[in-house]
């Protein structure tokens, strides 16, 4: 029989994503409309090791779902990765008597309650709160929204330069191993081309752009580079040693992608989530991510969440090659 849960904790992990406190939000208030107590876990993992620790009420979160950043604040923790941090992790869940825990990040922090939630049997929810959009079972992450629109109104704005200049600017984008933002914010903002580490086959990306874009018809271009493998600088080189005629300029967007007030699409999908991880708890489910697909709430297990490949649809590639001629 799984102890019936009274208190919950509640937690931001890993980077910052806009919506996260409209998660935060949710979740508390759900939680107390199901006459639960809420403990507030600041600094994430870190906090619950250190004991940082706060009641929250309905109040805690007036004022909270169109703010960026984490009012939790969050942290990369360590020492949570070792058997020593995860056991002081537990005692300091006991001395609170946090029955379950409500996890808000990305693949690392749902890894991190995988592994606690084998060790001591604590019932853990995870909420996918990154902009990078890489958590798979679910179309959406908070957080993706709003850090592509910050992006598509960037390039907007670069274009208006690139455009007065003549030249080709090599903009690039968070998303580590996935390509999401950086393919589909190139086809919100109009751009010629987004270099992905999806697009795995042996064509040369760059001198597919270089001949079939600019060479023909333009005289300045936006291509949109995702951070791996040396990104924006590296293919910026490249054209400066192999296509020495072009003018090239780059632009690292940087963390300025996850600030900003979330969209209302991602207000929307955290408060959603959040309610579904309270919904989740009374179910007895226990080491799933919330999700959704095709606007469905999904239950889905950690080991799938974190360990399988979110896939990018090829279609938006045809997409961005047919619209870029």
Known sequence: MMKRIQTIGVMTSGGDAPGMNAAIRAVTRAAIFNNWKVKAIYKGYEGLINNDIKDFTTESVSNTIQRGGTILKTARSKEFMTPEGRRKAYDTMQMHQIDALVIIGGNGSLAGAQEFAAEYDVPC????????????????????????????????????????????????????????????????????????????????????????????????????????????????????????????????LGHLQRGGMPTAFDRILASRLGVAAIEALKEGQRNVMIGVRNDQIVYVPFSKAIKIDKPIDKELIDVLNILSI
């Open 125 to 252: 929810i995870g909420l996918p709160g990154t902009i990078d959009n890489d958590l798979y079972g679910t179309d959406n992450t908070i957080g993706y929204d709003t850090a592509l629109n910050t992006i598509m109104d960037c390039v907007d704005k670069i274009r208006d330069t690139a455009t007065s200049h003549n030249r080709i600017f090599f903009i690039e984008v968070m998303g580590r191993d996935a390509g999401f933002l950086a393919q589909n914010s190139a086809i919100a903002a109009g751009a010629e081309a987004a270099i992905i580490p999806e697009d795995t086959t042996d064509i040369d990306q760059l001198a597919q752009f270089i001949g079939r874009g600019i060479r023909k018809s333009k005289n300045s271009s936006i291509v949109i580079v995702s951070e791996k493998d040396g990104g924006a600088m590296h293919y910026a080189e490249r054209v400066r040693k192999e296509y020495p005629e072009f003018d090239v300029r780059v632009t690292i």
